[in-house]
């Protein structure tokens, strides 16, 4: 996807030594998923996809908000299409889990660094992600049931992280947790003492100085495995651990081991 400048300056990208920092932009609308920002953030997922010198990704914001979730205002306009907005509706939705899929399916892991409230869909972006650390201030709600519309695409996303009670209260309540709250319940990994930024590139680094390819691996496998019945789920396991053994990093990173050397990853 080839994105113009406007487009692109809503969610920015950059890296270093392994790690990318991906940005959301748009502070004035809180970055809220309009179609313009999922289009930004999926052709930035393409991008690092295809990168041979990304190894882990950082998804932060700018702004007062991590994401807001859908745009409302662009979504309400839309009612006053000819068929009452749903082929807009359905345009939206459907672009928005293609964003969610993309964030599991790209092969370098994925850490939300939450220092905001992410509502919605930005819950949902953050249950998406592989890893998430949250700042003390950090909030996450559900909060569709406020304006009569049940966050049912986010809470694909939270049902995977979260206990289902935990998830269904959430849900049903829309009442906002805190930090301490979704690191009690699976949704975040850890709270960081600051702000989440800085622990969010601290656990990246590490996790990018590990084997590229076994990673690589590892997140597939994981969550098709998780999809499957426990028999399936090993079947596959065991093919990717066979594939994995025969890859040029394993070979290297079993000899460094055996020869107490540091290893040379090939990626």
């Given amino acids: 996807m080839t994105l113009d400048a406007e487009t692109s300056a809503r969610v920015t990208l950059e890296s270093e030594a392994g790690v990318a920092i991906l940005a959301l932009n748009s502070a004035a609308s809180r970055n809220a998923l309009s179609l313009a920002m999922i289009e930004a953030f999926s052709g930035r997922l393409d991008a690092i996809a295809g ?3 990304i190894r882990v990704v950082v998804l932060q914001a700018e702004g007062p908000a991590f994401c807001a979730g859908h745009d409302l205002k662009e979504l309400t306009a839309h009612r006053n299409d000819p068929d009452r907005g749903r082929a807009f509706f359905d345009k939206t939705m459907r672009a928005c889990s293609a964003l969610m899929r993309k964030i599991v399916d790209l092969p370098q892991p994925v850490v ?4 905001e409230i992410a509502t919605a869909a930005g819950c949902q972006l953050v249950a998406s992600c592989d890893l998430a650390v949250a700042g003390p201030r950090a909030r996450f709600c ?11 695409t986010p809470a694909v996303a939270l049902s995977r992280n979260v206990a289902p009670k935990q998830a269904m209260e ?6 906002p947790i805190g930090a301490e709250a979704a690191l009690r319940i699976g949704l975040v990994n850890r709270i960081a003492t600051d702000g989440a930024r800085a622990d969010a590139r601290t656990l990246a680094e590490l996790i990018a100085r590990k084997s590229p390819r076994a990673i690589r ?3 597939k496998a994981f969550y098709e ?12 396991a065991s093919a990717v651990m066979v594939e994995n053994m025969l890859a040029d990093d394993a070979k290297e990173g079993i000899a460094a081991f055996l020869e107490k050397r540091p290893a040379n990853w090939g990626g």
């Fill in 112 to 115: 939300a660094a939450v220092d």
């Fill in 142 to 152: 559900t909060p569709g049931v406020d304006i009569g519309l049940f966050c049912s």
């Fill in 225 to 236: 495995q998780r999809e499957k019945p426990l028999a399936e789920a090993y079947d596959l």
């Fill in 217 to 219: 691996f590892g997140k």
């Fill in 51 to 53: 990168r041979n010198d």
């Fill in 170 to 175: 959430m849900l049903l309540t829309g009442v």
